[in-house]
């Protein structure tokens, strides 16, 4: 079973930068849907940056233009860069994954496997 390990969390003030990263482990090579997913207590897990086997990618609103999701498939790792980074970014982030879907979908629903989950905190 495919294994997730999030890495690149920490603290940052506004408009400042974060990369974080997601190894992948026990790849079997079958196509996949990948993501990052962001909770804070008492809300539910939000979608953030979802990312398909073909380079597909969708966005949630409130990060689009500010995070990019990419996928370094010789490193088995899934990036997402984060920037202009606001107080309400803060959450713990979540790494996922699933079958594919047309489009790539931002419901948890969607994914399978799920990272232990980082924390990131924006201080203003």
């Known amino acids: 079973q495919v294994q997730l390990q999030e890495s690149g969390g920490g603290s940052v003030q506004s408009g400042g930068s974060l990369l974080l990263s997601c190894l992948v482990s026990?790849?079997?090579?079958?196509?996949?849907?990948m993501g990052w997913f962001r909770q804070v207590p008492e809300k539910k897990r939000e979608g953030v940056a979802v990312?398909?086997?073909?380079?597909?990618?969708k966005y949630s609103p409130s990060v689009e233009g500010r995070f990019t999701v990419y996928q370094d498939n010789a490193k088995n790792t899934l990036f997402l860069q984060m920037n202009s980074l606001k107080p309400e970014d803060t959450a713990m982030y979540y790494c996922?994954?699933?079958?594919?879907?047309?489009?790539?979908?931002?419901?948890?629903?969607?994914?399978?496997?799920w990272g232990q989950g980082i924390q990131v905190t924006v201080s203003s």
């Open positions: 996922a994954a699933g079958r594919p879907r047309d489009p790539p979908s931002l419901d948890e629903s969607a994914y399978t496997t």
């Open positions: 026990r790849y079997s090579g079958s196509p996949f849907c």
């Open positions: 990312i398909d086997t073909f380079g597909n990618t």
